[in-house]
């Protein structure tokens, strides 16, 4: 699968406890697992002895093992155990890609001309509270991202919720960078972006400066499926109290208005956009044409 090089998240932290997970990302099986100090190790998701899959077995002194004959595989890679003969097995080497934990997410290093630690909205700072959920589209990437780019669709796809009495009409403010897209959607304060896009996978819609967001991370997990983790952040009622009872209030809404664009986008073909070459762009399109001039820049499709 191509993608561009860049820093992409591989799961939330939240999803990896004391058991070993599987997930999908560029088209490949990895799993996920903690040692006893915590630190997230990534690996093909495969034993190289018979091909069963490590995600189904168990860490055992700071091993991933294979459920099928035993196997212990270090953080390295490497076999440090096999159970017939009891003796390591140095040549015996799992693929392992060295990740980070930032933000409550894992990440992935994809390429080397890259900053060392995955960028970030400065506006999601550490006095918000979040909201996460988690979703999961039978499309490419890049249908999922233009989505979330594109303002003029919102008085008809979300007429029942939050496109209700929006008017897109006229142009908007649109500025383009080899690495961000910021639009100027809300006409009364145009001097904060409403829409902020890191090329090519983090998304943030501004509700209300300072104190609500929506956020986006797209995972491409194979090149027909994507997905999308979204968090509500918010700043207007921070006690830890009150989360057990908000999160799902704001879990429920998102996921209302995310059917919405699911039902539209999963009807659109090609699965990818830079196949898109007969679609007509209008000038609310300029976000969505300047990250497929991006995407086509970076990887060569």
Known sequence: MQVPDAWYVVASSMEIGKKPISVFLFSKKFVLWRDSAGEIHMQIDACPHRSASLSLGEVVDDCITCPFHGFRFDPNGACSLVPETGRAAPNLKVETHAVIERNGFVWLKKGDNLPDS??????????????????????HISR??????????????????????????????????????????????????????????????????????????FVPATATRTRLYLRAYQGVITLPLLNPFLAPIFNRSNAVILNEDRRVVLSQRPLDTSEAVEEKLFPSDRGIEHFRRLWRANTGS
């Not at 909205?121 to 999961?136: A, M, P, R």
Request: charged share 25%; hydrophobic share 40%; with cysteine.
């Open 118 to 139: 995955p960028p970030w909205f400065d506006e999601l700072n550490d006095g918000l509270v979040s909201y996460q959920s988690i979703h999961e589209w039978p499309t």
């Open 144 to 217: 999922c991202v233009e989505n979330q780019l594109d303002y003029a669709h919102l008085p008809f796809v979300h007429r029942k919720t939050i496109g209700r009495g929006l008017d897109v009409s006229g142009t908007r403010r649109i500025d383009c960078t080899d690495r961000r897209i910021s639009m100027y959607v809300d006409v009364e304060n145009n001097d904060i972006p409403t829409i902020q896009f890191i090329f090519p996978n983090l998304w943030l819609l501004t509700i209300r400066a300072e104190k609500f967001f929506q956020f986006i991370a």
